[in-house]
Antibody, heavy 121, light 108 residues
Framework: EVQLVESGGGLVQPGGSLRLSCAAS????????IHWVRQVPGKGLAWLSR????????FYTDSVKGRLTISRDNARNMCFLQMSSLRAEDTGLYYC??????????????WGHGTRVTVSS | EIVLTQSPGTLSLSPGDRATLSCRAS???????LAWYQERPGQAPRLLIY???SRSTGIPDRFSGSGSGTDFTLTISRLEPEDFAVYYC?????????FGGGTKVDIK
């Protein structure tokens, strides 16, 4: 069974940092693109970042560029999101999701249950 | 960045009704790489449709997707109680993916 489990969320002060982890099981993470998506109640889903299969190509939405860094460790079947200079508007539920093996099939077919990040003083 | 606009914001219907949800893109979606997701309270989003019209594994055939270019539609032919949820469209035709703002289907 394909599973993704996020961890690392919590309460952090504005300007602080967090590192989110996504552990995959039931499939070879190294064959797929991985994405991070944020859910804010009342505001819907927001795509944040994508990393390709070998970690050589990454993309970020403009609002997080320079503050978020996506990475992966295929040997450990894990993906990470390093978050810095956090703002109140970064508060939300963070999902990792499995994409495709290529850009043309890069829809999100499996999702974790999310890890909650709260940015507040 | 492609902006996706979903309408209506809320759709109030009864079980057994037909639901028609719209997703309009600010520019043509390459390859019709458009997906639809369902989000139920307390659950992770679930992929329903990809490639504008292909159903994901295990999705009932009452869900169907159509459209091309800039205009896409998700249709639920007969609403079941478990279909009352929020639905999002998403394009994956560019390097920066984007979601629509969502349509909530609630019970009338």
């Amino acid at each position: 069974e394909v599973q993704l489990v996020e961890s690392g969320g919590g309460l952090v002060q504005p300007g602080g940092s967090l590192r989110l982890s996504c552990a995959a099981s039931g499939f070879a993470l190294g064959s797929y693109y991985i994405h991070w998506v944020r859910q804010v109640p009342g505001k819907g889903l927001a795509w944040l970042s994508r990393i390709n299969s070998d970690g050589s190509v990454v993309f970020y939405t403009d609002s997080v560029k320079g503050r978020l860094t996506i990475s992966r460790d295929n040997a450990r079947n894990m993906c990470f999101l390093q978050m810095s200079s956090l703002r109140a508007e970064d508060t939300g539920l963070y999902y990792c999701a499995r994409g495709g093996r290529a850009t043309v099939t890069d829809f999100l077919d499996s999702w974790g249950h999310g890890t909650r990040v709260t940015v507040s003083s | 960045e492609i902006v996706l606009t979903q309408s209506p914001g809320t759709l109030s219907l009864s079980p057994g009704d037909r639901a028609t949800l719209s997703c309009r893109a600010s520019q043509s979606v390459s390859g019709n790489y458009l997906a639809w997701y369902q989000e139920r309270p307390g659950q992770a989003p679930r992929l329903l449709i990809y490639g504008a019209s292909s159903r994901s594994t295990g999705i009932p055939d009452r869900f169907s997707g159509s459209g091309s270019g800039t205009d896409f539609t998700l249709t639920i032919s007969r609403l079941e109680p478990e279909d009352f949820a929020v639905y999002y469209c998403q394009q994956y035709g560019t390097s920066l993916l984007t979601f629509g703002g969502g349509t909530k289907v609630d019970i009338k």
